[in-house]
Nanobody, 120 residues
Framework: QVQVVESGGGLVQPGGSLRLSCAASGSIFSCDYMGWYRQTPGNQRALVAAVDSRGVTNYADSVKGRFTISKENANNTVTLQMNSLKPEDAAVYYC??????????????WGQGTQVTVSS
């Protein structure tokens, strides 16, 4: 069994910062891919930022230069530092992980989602 637990999120004023964290635990040999996606009502879930097993990062154009994703392999956590937040960044943010099991099989999991609200 694998659990994916998110923390962070909340209400922030435009221009402010928030930090999201996600921890994967359970029967995990390694995390192959960890990322953050976001979703607003009526829209599909979209990539915000991700990092693969080699440490290569990928960002949505809309967040480049403002958001930073970092991964800590030792405890299978991924953090999204969000700076200079804009009202259009408001969404439910989901952590997505692809883990490698001890049997060398890959599984994907989503977190439960955390709300980010950007408003004055």
């Amino acid at each position: 069994q694998v659990q994916v637990v998110e923390s962070g999120g909340g209400l922030v004023q435009p221009g402010g910062s928030l930090r999201l964290s996600c921890a994967a635990s359970g029967s995990i040999f390694s995390c192959d891919y960890m990322g953050w996606y976001r979703q607003t009502p009526g829209n599909q879930r979209a990539l915000v930022a991700a990092v693969d097993s080699r440490g290569v990062t990928n960002y949505a154009d809309s967040v480049k230069g403002r958001f930073t994703i970092s991964k800590e392999n030792a405890n299978n956590t991924v953090t999204l530092q969000m700076n200079s937040l804009k009202p259009e960044d408001a969404a439910v943010y989901y952590c997505y992980v692809v883990i490698v099991s001890y049997k060398s099989l890959k599984y994907q999991y989503w977190g439960q989602g955390t709300q980010v609200t950007v408003s004055s």
